[in-house]
């Protein structure tokens, strides 16, 4: 006795939606490496400006190669969002494009700040010739400034 087998249909657009709790495991999961990868990157650039010698003045490093790392981190995020959004997990999927954006808000203002910072400071002061002698105009030192 034969029991009719109805056909399955395995196409693309029917795709199965990943479970809750895998979801937003995964969100909770990426969310607090992707935090991680930027809170160290961050912390670099912060401990690049402390110094240990008094004598010496410290100056963090430009914040450029440490704005690339954070793209780095913002570009994984973007590639985990469209992995998500195909999935059909959808807690990972916003989670991943509010840390996009958040890193993409914050390399930006870090860029500003970082060409606000090497632009073009004060011109030199314009040399407006002899001054003349100051010392008094006894001395030697004066003879040649007709002072």
């Not at 979801?23 to 400006?49: H, I, K, M, N, R």
């Not at 073009?120 to 002698?133: Q, Y």
């Amino acid at each position: 006795m034969d029991l009719p087998v109805a056909p399955v249909a395995f196409d693309d657009s029917v795709r199965p939606r990943a479970g809750r709790g895998a979801d937003a495991g995964t969100a909770v999961g990426l969310l607090l490496f992707e935090v991680l990868a930027l809170l160290v990157a961050f912390g670099l650039w912060l401990v690049s400006g402390v110094s240990l010698d008094p004598a010496r003045t410290a100056r963090p490093d430009p914040v450029g190669g440490y704005l690339v790392a954070a793209g780095v981190v913002g570009a994984l995020a973007a590639v985990a969002a469209a992995i998500a959004a195909r999935s059909r997990a959808v807690v990972t999927a916003w989670s991943q494009c509010f840390l996009v954006v958040v890193v993409a808000v914050g390399v930006a203002g870090g860029a500003t700040v970082q060409q606000h910072e090497q632009g073009p400071g004060r011109p030199a002061p314009a040399f407006t010739g002899e001054a003349g002698c100051r010392s008094g105009g006894d001395n030697s030192e004066c003879a040649g400034t007709g002072g």
